[in-house]
């Protein structure tokens, strides 16, 4: 999928690189810390761009495409820098029957993108989840952490307005 | 002491309609109104009825106040907490139907449940250790460590007939017999808490409500098969059941109840957690296991079986949320009450998500052997807005629809298997009149092409192949050639795939085959949805005789299909109509309709 972002100049800080090497000392020792130490590394940079996999690479000693397959595998970790309010759109099968689809198309219309986008300001990036376990507010979305739920087409010029 | 009790359900439904923030308001008021000694506020774990959140209860009397606002609660402070007056615009409707106020466990929603795996939630706060271990919590532990062997362990499991809540149904007591019988110099014990199935959150419920549960079980576990270490593998996406984890190990640890020489029997046992990155697949038991080694999550072939050769290559076993649940409950009160609840192969209870189409979304504890009419009609309250039950949807992507002629089957293993769905984890879907079966099915194949974890090639491709043709047929463009196809494919699929991800993934395609074969039959012959969903066959029209001519829908249409003058019968373009629907909710009149 093209992304817009994608060719985002790496502009990582040295703060963020102390905090990371600080999370790889104190994991690298751990039966499959690898997992673990990427979850952290994303969670310091909001991405795990090939510059920040490098780094784990060199200090864990673990090889750059193994560390590149599983950034690649699990859905969870993106290569690209996310928007500043990142919203994700349940389609899991209850939110599903509920019209969840309509909600994310309507979305990508409105900001103009596709799913796995961010718009060109970075205001804002869409995704599909599935299942936030919040099935009894079906269909619901996200705003970075914020649930949205019991929706209708009509309530999301309402949302994006609170955050634009 | 306090005299009254609120509790306000912190589960993720309640949270995300707003239960914080009735929290932090109930604090507020009652100390302005000084009863900050005598009134205790508790966040407690899911109450099940998520539709109507955020819920509250008040004790002593149980009284249960339903979709409560913030701006509610001063009423309630001053009212029911001081004055003792019930706030009667705020209960659930359900216990005011004659005049006088009736229990929660009498209403529809909670009659016909039983609670064993969900027994703590909403009951206890989940962040307290002291609350579990008033409610009997960590008795089945020491029951284990000071009197029984091992092996009586297993015994208890196996006359039990407890078998995994997490899909398959494998008699869970066979499997750590198993794990047991194997020597090595580390065994693990781990817990499947990456609930992926798209509509099932009984898992995370169990862990926000009641985590000490699951550790408790695990410990018992680690004790029967030999392991000193555990893992909880949990999804990321379950913030609120991360954080009660940590503090439960924390409070575990700290009391003795888990690490070294846990109820001086010199036996230790200690539990991390180790979170999901969302994949689907790392549910599967080899995936999970090579996900926490910190591999990419794909399934490795069975044999071995992880009870000789698991996580790092050693004796492992893998259990699910809700099955540990149950566990500390048949040790405390002996397997032959948990035997005598169920039907003859399929013992004890079992938790439901229910969502879709139904007044009472939420989540449910039935004994097995319960019909899908008393979950469906009773405990979910039925069908909303006057529409008709179409389906039933059990098991999530691996499994399939169950329509209205077989609502009355007894709910277990395996008659669910026997009329084509499976008991999966407990998502239990409802589908209405307005569900496209087709549609359905197409929906979860492209969550299992998303999914695959592209290992194997019959699950790889052949999904993707499943895929396109259930496109074809959406979109009007195929032939019946291409339906025997689709079924040919699947049962290539579930021969020849690796694990369950390929194995199961063409259940949701084969149901509906079997049981809404004219709808496919209406798609590809007719080039028609008889749902209305599928918008490649539908037609939006106006009745002539209803349509005003006010020109609302005219104004309304993004695409300018619809022509007509000022109080004259308008009409849809359907080259230029865009099917999006917008004059249909427009019209005053009700003129326009889809066929």
Redo the contacts between chains.
């Keep these: 999928m093209a992304e817009k972002k994608s060719t985002v100049p790496f502009s990582g800080t040295k703060e963020q690189e102390e905090a990371l090497l600080k999370v790889i000392n104190e994991l690298k020792d751990e039966?499959?810390?690898?997992?673990?130490i990427?979850?952290k590394a994303q969670d310091i940079y909001g991405y795990l761009p090939i510059e920040v996999q490098k780094i784990i690479s060199d200090e864990t000693g673990i090889p750059m495409e193994?560390i590149y397959?599983?950034v690649t595998?699990?859905?969870?970790?993106t290569l690209n820098p996310k928007g500043k309010y990142r919203i994700s759109v349940?389609?899991?099968?209850?939110c599903?029957?509920?019209g969840s689809g309509d909600i994310y198309n309507a979305l990508m219309e409105k900001l103009g993108i596709v799913g796995g986008e961010c718009t060109p300001d970075g205001k804002f990036s869409l995704d599909a989840?599935?299942?936030?376990?919040?099935?009894?507010?079906?269909p619901?979305m996200m705003v970075n952490?914020e649930?949205?739920?019991r929706l209708t087409v009509d309530d999301i010029d309402g949302i994006l307005a609170k955050y634009e | 002491m306090y005299r009254s009790h609120v509790l306000v359900c912190g589960g993720?439904?309640c949270?995300?309609?707003g239960s914080q923030r009735i929290i932090d308001r109930l604090h507020k008021e009652i100390d302005a109104n000084g009863l900050t000694e005598e009134v205790g506020v508790v966040k407690t774990g899911c109450f099940g009825?998520?539709?109507l959140?955020p819920i509250m209860i008040v004790y002593p009397e149980g009284t249960f106040y339903s979709m409560v606002q913030e701006d509610d609660i001063p009423e309630i402070v001053s009212e029911h907490l001081l004055k003792g007056r019930v706030v009667t615009r705020l209960l659930y409707d359900e216990t005011t139907k004659t005049d006088k106020i009736i229990p929660l466990n009498e209403t529809n929603f909670y009659k016909k449940q039983h609670r064993v795996a969900l027994r703590n939630c909403g009951v206890i706060n989940p962040e307290n250790i002291d609350e579990y271990i008033g409610t009997g919590g960590y008795e089945a532990l020491g029951i284990v460590l000071t009197e029984k062997k091992p092996e009586d362990v297993i015994q208890i499991l196996l006359d039990s007939g407890l078998r995994g809540r997490g899909g398959a149904g494998f008699p869970t007591g066979l499997k750590w017999k198993f794990a047991a019988q194997n020597q090595a110099d580390q065994k693990y014990v781990c817990c499947n808490a990456d609930?992926?199935?798209?509509?099932?959150?009984m898992d995370?419920s169990i862990l926000e409500g009641d985590p000490h549960a699951v550790l408790e079980a695990m410990a018992i576990a680690g004790y029967a098969i030999g392991a000193s270490q555990g893992y909880i593998y949990v999804r990321?996406?379950?913030?609120i059941a991360v954080k009660r984890l940590e503090i439960a190990i924390g409070q575990a640890r700290e009391y003795g109840l888990l690490g070294k020489n846990i109820f001086d029997s010199g036996f230790d046992f200690d539990i991390e957690l180790?979170?999901?990155?969302?994949?689907?697949v790392c549910g599967e038991e080899t995936a999970l296991m090579t996900?926490?080694?910190?591999?990419?999550?794909?399934p490795r072939p069975r044999p071995p079986y992880p009870a000789l050769k698991g996580l790092?290559q050693r004796p492992t076993i893998l259990n699910n949320v809700e099955t540990y649940a149950n566990i500390p409950q048949i040790i405390v009160n002996g397997p032959e009450w948990f035997a005598s609840m169920g039907t003859e192969k399929s013992k004890g209870t079992k938790v439901f998500?229910l969502?879709?189409?139904i007044h009472n979304?939420?989540l449910v504890e039935i004994p097995m052997g319960t019909t899908l009419r008393e979950i469906v009609e009773e405990i979910g309250g039925g069908v909303p807005n006057g529409k008709k039950f179409k389906a039933a949807?059990t098991g999530?992507p691996s499994g399939g629809c169950i329509p209205a002629e077989h609502l009355d089957v007894p709910i277990d293993y395996d008659n669910l298997i026997a009329i084509g769905s499976m008991m999966g984890s407990g998502?239990l879907?409802i589908?209405d009149e307005d569900?496209c079966m087709v549609d359905?099915a197409k929906?979860?194949l492209e969550?299992t092409v998303d999914e695959s974890?592209g290992k194997c090639t019959p699950c790889r491709i052949g999904t993707r192949r499943m895929l396109e043709i259930l496109d074809k047929i959406t979109k009007g463009q195929a032939t019946m050639d291409d339906l025997d196809k689709l079924e040919e494919l699947c049962y290539h699929l579930k021969e020849n795939s690796l694990c369950a991800l390929g194995q199961t993934a063409p259940n949701p395609v084969l149901s509906t085959l079997r049981y809404f074969r004219d709808e496919y039959i209406a798609h590809i012959v007719d080039k028609k949805c008889p749902a209305g969903v599928c918008k490649a066959l539908l037609q939006y029209k106006i009745d002539p005789d209803k349509c005003k001519g006010c020109t609302l829908c005219a104004r309304t249409c993004p695409a300018d299909a619809i022509i007509g003058k000022v109080k004259e019968v308008h009409m849809i373009n359907p080259d230029k109509c865009l099917k999006c629907g917008a004059c249909m909710e427009k019209c005053r009149f009700g003129a326009i309709y889809k066929e």
Excluded: H
């Design positions: 039966k499959g810390a690898l997992m673990p990427l979850q193994k397959g599983v595998f699990y859905s969870q970790f349940c389609l899991g099968t209850a599903y029957v509920k989840c599935r299942c936030v376990g919040a099935c009894g507010l079906a619901v952490d649930v949205y739920g | 993720t439904g949270t995300s309609s009825l998520c539709a959140g609930e992926g199935d798209p509509g099932a959150f995370r990321a996406e379950y913030p180790r979170l999901g990155a969302g994949a689907f996900s926490i080694e910190g591999n990419r999550g794909e790092f998500a969502g879709g189409k979304t939420g949807q999530g998502g879907i589908m569900t359905i929906f979860f969550f974890c």
